[in-house]
Nanobody, 116 residues
């Protein structure tokens, strides 16, 4: 049973930074690309960033490019999202995601609130 557990969310002022973590277990983490999605209140869930299985390739949504960095540590089965220069529009629940055995797998999410 794939397990994804996000942490690191919280309240931060505009311009601030947060680092999210997603601890993965019960599958061969190093064999899978991983992604972060987010869902703001009243909006659809959107893809934020993806990292390849080895970490050598990353992609970002235009809205976060240059501000967010996705990374992973395959020794610790963890994927990270470093978020800098946060804006109020980054407020959302952030979810860890992978596609495993042909099925989408999600964590329960961690709430990020950007507000003064």
């Amino acid at each position: 049973q794939v397990q994804l557990v996000e942490s690191g969310g919280g309240l931060v002022q505009p311009g601030g930074s947060l680092r999210l973590s997603c601890a993965a277990s019960d599958f061969t983490f190093s064999s899978y690309a991983m992604s972060w999605y987010r869902q703001a209140p009243g909006k659809e869930r959107e893809l934020v960033a993806t990292i390849s299985s080895t970490g050598g390739f990353t992609t970002y949504a235009d809205s976060v490019k240059g501000r967010f960095t996705i990374s992973r540590d395959n020794a610790w089965n963890t994927v990270y999202l470093q978020m800098n220069s946060l804006k109020p529009e980054d407020t959302a629940v952030y979810y860890c995601y992978l596609r495993y055995a042909g099925m989408p797998r999600w964590g329960k999410g961690t709430l990020v609130t950007v507000s003064s």
